[in-house]
């Protein structure tokens, strides 16, 4: 019997499930009423408010806790005596290594970054096994199945790439509330809070450079017996008023474009503030723990609430003056944080103080909080589904039932009549860096750039490698690892403040690297070009790795065995021969169109379908 | 704006469908009353699905007793005998569904839901009809068609890897983007009862066979005096000669129906924990959007079946 034969399969496998978040909650569940009874679960995670509207094995009284841990338990309550096994612990320990990942018969992800995406890809490839690879993002969701030499890997089509900004449309020409966020983030909170040895282009270098740098450096200095208010007046008028006049003076920015109005406190808030019992002393407390906001002593209530431009600028000196009266020992090291309701405050101020110079229609704080901290957008239902088509596939991985293997979109509007579209797996793209041999081709400037370049921009940020180690013919030039004496990691560190072309074994045009991870099992090799000049806006990185990412023109995934674009056609049986060249782009499908920022989707939270790194807006912009 | 504004505790809950379906329709949700029956796997997903998203008021009605059967595909069913001795479903499931969102009410009725007067269904904003009957649905569907008020009614059905949602909006107005436009749009919903008596002549070749199976196990249990879900392989020449028969009527090929699909219909009856997580989704998905009045609503079929993995919705009226 086909049912039996089943039920045998699921009883004897054992599963390795990764992410207990939206979508590992509803898989864990699932997972269990099928009959699976060897569940093992890592997820690093602990449990936040936010998560409760749909990660149901959650409660109120678990926040802080182990997702893994929790889910574990209460699916234990339903299903006593099955075994799961929680591990409270990043996915890229070097515990969980190909060993690790060898003893199950199934992998099954549902995580929220690209980075360990990838990661698991890799040491699935490694230990040869089947991979069950989802997402979803509010009402859109895939699962997908990765078997090595059967189907194509995660990475065999390359994601799109994160939205990125010219330098130039934050520092001086934003069109677009995000831009103004941007600012606000990356460039005005991180200087006056974050760390002042960062590069920062906040200030806005004027054609005549009548202000010499060392003078606007001292306006963001506070000396010691300075008034809050007085320098949060002072800061404030520097960055919407005498910037945005020293920005006004290039002429030539403005031929084409509307010209900014600066915006000066004396204008939009009265003399002194302290009749606006702007009381630094009260903070308001939640739920037992003391969250510093200014928004309770402005009598603020509702984050959806739209701020004019005063209510912003007096958010913006009170959320300043907070930060220097409350949380004096953290500036200087600060990062804006979603979670900080103080700094969100002061980035949502800002920004629509910025936008309204700009003439760029502002926002509320609770859209400006999703948008600066890339918040997804998530639901229980679609986690759900995903999590019961995530189950069906790996029912059929487990019986072997390879021309029974789907991938499937979950959609928000039907297409020919679907709302879950089953297609047929991809083949393995031939030259895909990581499950083919086929050499990756690196342009770069070898006399310039440095080792050290290399193996962050490329190796670590492209590559998504952990451990790498990089070799030239047998030469070992860097590698990182606990069991490498001084004299070694001595070494290694003087190579990546060489320049290429100046090391032991120089790199030179020509030359063929061996980059490898050791955790990942995952080799590659480059090829290296020498090239003198790049052009700082479109290759702001100073190198250009090939074979790994599109044409800058596409933004979706592209299949690169083909150069036809052909949107996804399921007709009854899609068995044609040609499936490896057929593009599958689910923006084609089906528009999403939830929120104005689908540009910038990216996430630390969970449930997200394309993730990206939202570091790299941040890398970018310093870049010039 | 309609009504008053969500709490400080709601957006911080909510927070992620917020940026979803938006603040009004959250406000909506919470004013919005629903009644459940029939919890099964499907129905105890969607239960789940709908507390979670925050709606009003949750009102279960199902009074058989809770068995070992019951909590096969019932994660709101806890094994532990002396919790669930004497107890029925519907209170076993209302305390767990309770611990899930305490900002939604749940709660409990009991009685035969095709007893039940056209008044009782007055308070409701959402009917759900899980595993009943055609008799049954039938009559619900007719009470709430006969209320001044609008009440959206669903019937659902898991048998083995297979799924069907029957939905009813009477006449239903929704506003739909299109480009930068906002535009109103006009539905017109058949009842169950035309819904299900349509001639298969006319219906296109490409709908799906499911459709068709399910007319004929639910007619087969209703001339058997089945429950509803109590056919097993040993009723599956009965059911081939029912088919042999409706076919005829219909003047439709027997071809129209596949065996093999009968024969997974009727020898289905312990749930398929996946399919249920899917149509339940997929219903609560629906529900939520009608409540919201924000974006197209399915009508009036959705059929999913695992072996092909399809979610389909078909439009079947005169
Ligand atoms: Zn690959």
Redesign the interface.
Known sequence: MAALQQQSAIKGAKVLMVGAGGIGCELLKTLALSGFEDIHIIDMDTIEVSNLNRQFLFRRSHVGQSKAKVARDAVLRFRPNINIRSYHANVKNPEFDVDFFKQFDVVLNGLDNLDARRHVNRLCLAAEVPLVESGTTGFLGQVTVHIKGKTECYECQTKPAPKTYPVCTITSTPTKFVHCIVWAKDLLFAKLFGDKNQDNDLNVRSNNSASSSKETEDVFERSEDEDIEQYGRKIYDHVFGSNIEAALSNEETWKNRKRPRPIYSKDVLPESLDQQNGSTQNCSVTDGDSVVSAMPSLGLKNPQELWGLTQNSLVFIEALKLFFAKRKKEIGHLTFDKDDQLAVEFVTAAANIRAESFEIPLHSLFEAKGIAGNIVHAVATTNAIIAGLIVIEAIKVLKKDEDKYRMTYCLEHPSRKMLLMPIEPYEPNPACYVCSETPLGLEINTRKSKLRDLVDRIVKAKLGMNLPLIMHGASLLYEVGDDLDDIMVANYNANLEKVLSELPSPIVNGSILTVEDLQQELSCKINVKHREEFDEEKEPEGMVLSGWTPSPATNGESASTSNNEIPVDVTESSSGSETASKKRRLSEIEPCNHKKETENVESEDDDIMEIENPMIVSKKIRVE | MDGE??T?QE???????????G?GAQRRLSKSHVLVSGIK?TVA?FC??IV???VGSVTLLDDRLVTEEA?N?N?L???DENAYAGKTVAEICCDSLK????MVHVSIEKGDLSTLGVDFFEKFDVVIIGYSSRATKKAVNEKCRKLKKRVAFYTVDCRGSCGEIFVDLQNYNYTK?KLDETVECELTFPSFEEAVSVPWKPIPRRTAKLYFAMRVIERFEETEGRKPGECSLFDLPGVLKLKKELCEGNSVSENHIPDSLLERLVSGNTE???????I???L??EV?KVISGK??P?KNF?Y?D?E???????DISQ
């Open positions: 504004e969500l400080e957006t911080a809950l909510y927070d992620r469908q917020i940026r979803v379906w603040a796997g997903e789940k699905n979670l998203a925050g909590f595909a994660f069913i806890l094994p611990e899930f969102n305490p983007k398929f924990p996946p399919a249920c997580a899917i339940g989704g997929i609560g998905q939520i974006g197209e399915l959705f999913f695992a092909d993995g399809k979610g389909v919705i078909e």
